[in-house]
């Protein structure tokens, strides 16, 4: 199914963000590889965020002339071997790595979001610090979590407020972030700890980190779901009521207004 711009809510009065002037040139890929799940999920919360989705396919090469790109949540290629692990060697991820993380004399490399195998996937690509294992429970969960927002700074994050508090939608087993304690004290310094986990830690994850950014700030790992919390009567519960929390979406209005040199 292909997202359109006629896509409305069945639930509540939540309406897409209407993009004009340069935003309606913001052209966001979003992969699919074997096994993921959340592509059309982070297709319509790009349209909802006033960009356009392009769909991107694992064996291809091109990235069609995007300006960022989303690699969206789920169990590509099975989470064999271990999650993520073989969707780094897929031919589009080439070209991932060659403009997210070979472009240090690029003054605007890609910006690239990776959701929860896609967070993954990044660092199975080494475009992020550290590594994905099982939750410390071994046990799968799914459950509304609270974040705080620790860095603005980035493409994705540029619209929301330091230290605010969000709540998205997460859902995963191998969870657990996971960091040589030199790379975790060098991540604090520098302030890449872009989402953390506040009350209990849901994974055992280092620092109840729950996303972080590269030292560019190109590239962002959440293992939440905000795709999942961008539409009033299908997000997490909040205080106006049952399902109406859209925090996520402020992810993907944030990068479309980063790549129209509006990031604040």
């Known amino acids: 199914m292909t997202t359109t711009p006629t896509d409305t809510p ?11 002037g340069p935003l309606e040139g913001a052209r966001i890929g979003v992969i699919t590889f074997p096994g993921t799940l959340d592509d059309r999920d982070a297709a319509r919360a790009v349209r909802l965020g006033g960009g356009t989705p392009v ?8 990235l069609h002339g995007v300006d960022a790109v989303i690699l969206p949540g789920g169990f590509s290629y099975g989470d064999y071997l271990r999650a993520g692990a073989i969707a780094r060697f897929a031919p589009v991820m080439d070209t991932v790595v060659k403009e997210a993380g070979a472009a240090a004399a690029s003054s605007s490399p890609l910006p690239v ?15 992020l610090p550290g590594s994905m294992i099982k939750n410390d429970h071994l ?3 799914c459950k509304d979590q609270v974040l705080r927002v620790e860095n603005t700074e980035t493409a994705w994050t540029s619209q929301f407020t330091q230290d605010e508090l969000i709540t998205v ?6 969870g657990q972030y996971v960091v040589s304690a030199e790379e975790l004290e060098a991540i604090e310094a520098e302030g890449r700890v872009v989402f953390r986990y506040v009350g209990e830690n849901p994974n055992g994850s ?18 939440p779901h905000p795709e999942h919390a961008v539409e ?16 996520g979406l402020t992810i993907f209005t944030s990068v479309v207004s980063s790549l129209a040199g509006g990031s604040k």
């Open 206 to 223: 280092r620092n109840h980190i729950a996303g972080v950014t590269n030292e560019r700030g190109n590239v962002v790992g959440l293992m």
């Open 232 to 247: 009033a009567g299908y997000g997490p519960d909040d205080a106006t009521g049952l399902r109406e929390g859209t925090d």
């Open 55 to 62: 769909p991107l396919w694992h064996a291809d090469q091109s």
């Open 169 to 174: 939608p997460m859902k995963n087993q191998d």
């Open 10 to 20: 069945l639930i509540g009065e939540f309406t897409a963000v209407t993009p004009s």
């Open 113 to 127: 979001l990776g959701i929860c195998n896609g967070f993954q996937v990044l660092t199975e690509a080494q475009l």
């Open 139 to 141: 046990k799968f969960i």
